[in-house]
């Protein structure tokens, strides 16, 4: 008898078992456990079954293939079907061996030590040139897969060289990465020595010439030659902070630490409700501030010889030169302080306007913070949320209002409000806290000019 089909085998187990049942007549038959029942079915049908025969050319074929890639194996097995392994499987390891089932593409796994104890193992897994009779049998013709190895090998190669562009894509894009960090490290070491370049030291090159006279004359001589040198090297700064105002309006990310503690100030100033910059001028001053591009601190209008409307007074002048910040451009976090007020109320009312900047400027680099008026002497703090300032002392008087003749009511705080001379000076000092910004704020982190009486905005 050939069997050709799986319904012949079954027949053929069915007929073995019936004559067992039946030969028994009269005489003394030997019960057989069913693991002896299984061996007897097995080794009758491998002595009756005459194994199907491949067609030997598509054989040929399939050895060649397999040869061809060494890296496929493939095995049948009595529990799994027909499976494939191959080694270059992107999860292909010691502790996963992915097998391709071939009966219907969907992968199952062996571990290492469970592939190395086939056919013993749990598939009873068989080298595919390796199989007995009987399971050649039950695994068919080993030539019809032939077609589906080819599809998969052709599938797994296409795979492959999609990976292969994939990594040579992420290595074009790693290198040009590299090239723009490179570029970006260079473009930041150029602005870094630019910057560090046009600083201004607050002392110039020693001099012999100048100790060489007596101690009144030496003094002078020094502050003849400091002015000297700040004149010298304050056009250089200017434009820089120009630049980099325009830079930074762009997007661009300033110099470190200026950027990152710049943009902490932004975000710790939005976090309390201060969205904005201010500083107040005499309205004689607009034209020559746009034509200077921005606000120039004391000295360097002096440096410049620009002559300007001043609202500070001489003994507050005095003050900045005695703690060494007449170099630094004043702003308030409101657009009110005892300071204003003072000015508002005894010179000229209706002449002073409010210029308002963003808290970008505070990226620009040398920004510093004074708990309190700077001209009092406040120790200065490079980080604002460690100035020490009090943000419910300083939104109270920021809520301004109109009376009935349109005209900005400013909130005060007078000692006998408060009772209490420590605390009102506690106060005092949270909602006159500045920032000061060295040389040079450039107009392009102007967002408006306002009438200090009206509040109208200017243009200018």
Same mark, same amino acid.
């Given at each position: 008898?050939?069997?050709?089909?799986? /319904?012949?085998?079954?027949l053929?187990?069915?007929?073995?078992?019936?004559?067992?049942?039946?030969?028994?007549?009269?005489a003394?038959v030997?019960?057989?456990?069913?693991?002896?029942k299984?061996?007897t079915?097995?080794?009758r049908?491998?002595e009756?079954?005459i194994?199907?025969?491949?067609?030997?050319?598509?054989?040929?074929?399939?050895?060649?293939?397999?040869?061809?890639h060494?890296?496929?194996?493939?095995?049948?097995?009595?529990?799994?079907?027909w499976?494939?392994?191959?080694?270059?499987?992107?999860?292909?390891?010691?502790?996963?061996?992915?097998?391709?089932?071939?009966?219907?593409?969907?992968?199952?796994?062996?571990?290492?030590?469970?592939?190395?104890?086939?056919?013993?193992?749990?598939?009873?897994?068989?080298f595919?040139?390796?199989?007995?009779?009987?399971?050649?049998?039950?695994?068919?013709?080993v030539?019809?897969?032939?077609?589906?190895?080819?599809?998969?090998?052709q599938?797994a190669?296409?795979?492959?060289?999609? &990976?292969?562009?994939?990594?040579?894509?992420?290595?074009e894009?790693?290198?040009?990465e590299?090239?723009?960090?490179?570029?970006?490290?260079?473009?930041?070491?150029?602005?870094?020595?630019?910057?560090?370049?046009t600083?201004?030291?607050?002392?110039?090159?020693?001099s012999?010439?100048?100790?060489?006279?007596?101690d009144?004359?030496?003094?002078?001589?020094?502050?003849?030659?400091?002015?000297e040198?700040?004149? /010298?090297?304050?056009?250089?700064?200017?434009?820089w902070?120009?630049?980099?105002?325009?830079?930074?309006?762009?997007?661009?990310?300033?110099?470190?630490?200026?950027?990152?503690?710049?943009?902490?100030?932004?975000?710790?100033?939005?976090?309390?409700?201060?969205?904005?910059?201010?500083h107040?001028?005499?309205i004689?001053?607009?034209d020559?501030?746009?034509?200077?591009?921005g606000?120039?601190?004391?000295s360097?209008?002096?440096?410049f010889?620009?002559? /300007?409307h001043?609202? /500070?007074?001489?003994?507050? &002048?005095?003050?900045?030169?005695?703690?060494?910040?007449? &170099?630094?451009v004043?702003?308030?976090?409101?657009?009110?302080?005892?300071f204003?007020?003072?000015?508002y109320?005894?010179?000229?009312?209706?002449?002073?306007?409010?210029?308002?900047?963003?808290?970008q400027?505070?990226a620009?680099?040398?920004?510093?913070?004074?708990l309190?008026n700077?001209a009092?002497?406040?120790?200065?703090?490079?980080?604002?949320?460690?100035?020490?300032?009090?943000?419910?002392?300083?939104?109270?008087f920021?809520?301004?209002?109109?009376?009935?003749k349109?005209?900005?009511?400013?909130?005060?705080?007078h000692s006998?409000?408060?009772?209490?001379?420590?605390?009102f000076r506690?106060?005092?000092?949270?909602?006159?806290?500045?920032?000061?910004i060295?040389?040079?704020?450039?107009?392009?982190?102007?967002?408006g000019a306002?009438?200090c009486?009206?509040?109208?905005?200017?243009?200018?």
């Open positions: 008898m050939i069997i050709r089909s799986f /319904a012949d085998l079954h053929l187990k069915e007929a073995l078992i019936n004559r067992d049942k039946l030969s028994g007549s009269g003394v030997k019960t057989l456990s069913e693991e002896e299984k061996t079915i097995t080794e049908i491998s009756l079954v194994p199907l025969q491949d067609n030997l050319s598509e054989l040929a074929k399939l050895e060649d293939l397999l040869k061809r060494d890296d496929l194996w493939l095995g049948f097995s009595p529990v799994k079907g499976v494939l392994l191959d080694r270059k499987h992107p999860e292909y390891n010691d502790w996963n061996r992915p097998f391709i089932l071939l009966r219907d593409g969907s992968i199952d796994r062996l571990s290492r030590e469970e592939f190395s104890n086939e056919p013993k193992g749990p598939w009873s897994l068989h595919w040139k390796r199989l007995d009779s009987a399971t050649k049998t039950l695994a068919g013709s030539a019809v897969l032939l077609p589906e190895i080819r599809s998969y090998i599938e190669e296409q795979a492959a060289q999609l &990976r292969v562009k994939e990594l040579e894509r992420l290595e894009l790693r290198i040009k590299s090239e723009w960090a490179a570029q970006l490290s260079a473009e930041h070491t150029i602005d870094r020595n630019e910057d560090l370049a600083r201004i030291d607050d002392e110039p090159r020693f012999p010439e100048i100790y060489s006279f007596a009144l004359e030496i003094q002078e001589k020094s502050a003849t030659a400091k002015k040198h700040y004149a /010298a090297a304050l056009p250089a700064r200017v434009r902070l120009s630049c980099w105002a325009k830079r930074i309006q762009d997007g661009t990310p300033a110099l470190e630490p200026a950027w990152s503690r710049g943009i902490a100030a932004a975000d710790h100033l939005d976090e309390n409700g201060i969205h904005h910059l201010w107040f001028t005499d004689r001053n607009l020559r501030i746009h034509h200077e591009g606000l120039l601190s004391y360097g209008l002096s440096a010889g620009v002559c /300007a001043l609202v /500070a007074n001489d003994y507050s &002048r005095s003050c900045d030169l005695r703690l060494g910040r007449e &170099r630094y004043r702003l308030s976090f409101i657009n009110n302080s005892w204003f007020q003072r000015v109320k005894q010179i000229h009312q209706s002449g002073l306007v409010w210029l308002r900047f963003s808290l400027s505070l620009l680099g040398e920004v510093t913070y004074s309190g700077a009092s002497g406040s120790r200065l703090q490079n980080d604002l949320p460690y100035a020490g300032i009090n943000w419910e002392g300083v939104r109270p920021s809520g301004l209002h109109v009376d009935n349109g005209e900005i009511i400013y909130p005060e705080l006998y409000e408060i009772g209490d001379d420590v605390l506690q106060i005092s000092k949270m909602w006159n806290s500045e920032i000061l060295k040389h040079f704020l450039p107009l392009e982190f102007c967002s306002f009438d009486r009206t509040g109208k905005i200017i243009q200018f």
